[in-house]
Antibody
Framework: QVQLVQSGSELKKPGASVQVSCKTS????????LNWVRQAPGQGLEWMGW????????TYARGFTGRFVFSMDNSVSTAYLEISRLQADDTAVYYC??????????WGQGTTVTVSS | QSVLTQPPSVSGAPGQRVTISCTGS?????????VVWYQQFPGTVPKVVIY???NRPSGVPDRFSGSNSGTSASLAITGLQAEDEADYYC???????????FGGGTKLTVL
């Protein structure tokens, strides 16, 4: 069955970097785009952008340019989110979500990133 | 400030009907882009309860329904049950932003 399995929770210090992985299985990786969503503690869902898994081209939502990088490795059917120069307000749960024909149909389980000194 | 506007909270007694509004603009809901409604319990992944404005995925009770009018959408829940207590989010696509947008979320409390 289709699965998106994300990497485990991370605790990082301000200024550090973090990489979140989203390993997919059960379908052809290149055929479905992947979106990234952030949810800060007690807050709502924010769309961060998406990566075209056929071309590797990333698109970033407003507010998620500069420190945020989407990448992928087709050979292992995995997408990555890297956040650099971490700040306290980057503390959140990050989700990857598969998009099929403009529908978001499968979510990863979420990765909690905590930024604290 | 979310592009789609939802009330922060709604409440109702068991058995009652509640509606959650989602107000957008001419570049998203008003432009005809589909609205999706998610239900999220604390610490869990959001789950689709309505997609394509009015469609229910299999397994979602028919107590849940969606509707659109102009630049707004609504989620209605009839026969309210304690298990419906959760956060609800609307989502659509916005042509001005060239991306997906969410409502700020509505906390449903079953009294």
């Amino acid at each position: 069955q289709v699965q998106l399995v994300q990497s485990g929770s991370e605790l990082k210090k301000p200024g550090a970097s973090v990489q979140v992985s989203c390993k997919t299985s059960g379908y052809t990786f290149a055929f479905y785009s992947l979106n990234w969503v952030r949810q800060a503690p007690g807050q709502g869902l924010e769309w961060m952008g998406w990566i075209n898994t056929y071309t590797g081209n990333p698109t970033y939502a407003r507010g998620f340019t500069g420190r945020f990088v989407f990448s992928m490795d087709n050979s292992v059917s995995t997408a990555y989110l890297e956040i650099s120069r971490l700040q306290a307000d980057d503390t959140a749960v990050y989700y990857c979500v598969r998009e099929a024909s403009s529908r978001w149909d499968v979510w990863g389980q979420g990765t909690t990133v905590t930024v604290s000194s | 400030q979310s592009v789609l506007t939802q009330p922060p909270s709604v409440s109702g007694a068991p058995g009652q009907r509640v509606t959650i509004s989602c107000t957008g603009s001419h570049s998203n809901i008003g432009a005809g882009y589909d609205v999706v409604w998610y239900q999220q319990f604390p610490g869990t992944v959001p789950k689709v309860v309505i997609y394509g404005n009015t469609n229910r995925p299999s397994g979602v009770p028919d107590r849940f329904s969606g509707s659109n009018s102009g630049t707004s959408a609504s989620l209605a829940i009839t026969g309210l049950q304690a298990e419906d207590e959760a956060d609800y989010y609307c989502q659509s696509y916005d042509s001005s932003l060239s991306g997906w947008v969410f409502g700020g979320g509505t906390k449903l409390t079953v009294l």
